[in-house]
Nanobody, 125 residues
Framework: QMQLVESGGGLVQAGGSLRLSCAAS????????MAWFRQAPGKEREFVAA????????MHADSAKGRFTISRDNAKNTVFLQMNSLEPEDTAVYYC??????????????????WGKGTLVTVSS
């Protein structure tokens, strides 16, 4: 089992920044691809970003490109999501997830093996 705990969410004004963290424990963190998803009220869970086990390969959703950056620190068993230029449309619960699937599957929530409980991000206009 792998336990994932997100932190760093909160209320921010449009144009502001937040840095989300996800701390992992249990299984070997460095062997897992880590991803961020989000779910807004009344909407389906959607992919935000993913990063390979080494950190050498990254994928960002179109909505995140140029504004959000995923990174990881394997020594600290932590993955981050730096979010800049936040917009009200970014308001959602942000979830951390882990998988060992290849990059073809990174944007699919159904292939994630482990999930955190989420952290709420609210962007005011």
């Amino acid at each position: 089992q792998m336990q994932l705990v997100e932190s760093g969410g909160g209320l921010v004004q449009a144009g502001g920044s937040l840095r989300l963290s996800c701390a992992a424990s249990g299984r070997a963190f460095s062997t897992y691809v880590m991803a961020w998803f989000r779910q807004a009220p009344g909407k389906e869970r959607e992919f935000v970003a993913a990063i390979s086990w080494s950190g050498g390969s990254k994928m960002h959703a179109d909505s995140a490109k140029g504004r959000f950056t995923i990174s990881r620190d394997n020594a600290k068993n932590t993955v981050f999501l730096q979010m800049n230029s936040l917009e009200p449309e970014d308001t959602a619960v942000y979830y951390c997830a882990a998988t060992q699937k290849g990059s073809t599957y990174w944007s699919r929530p159904d292939v994630m093996n482990y999930w955190g409980k989420g952290t709420l991000v609210t962007v005011s206009s």
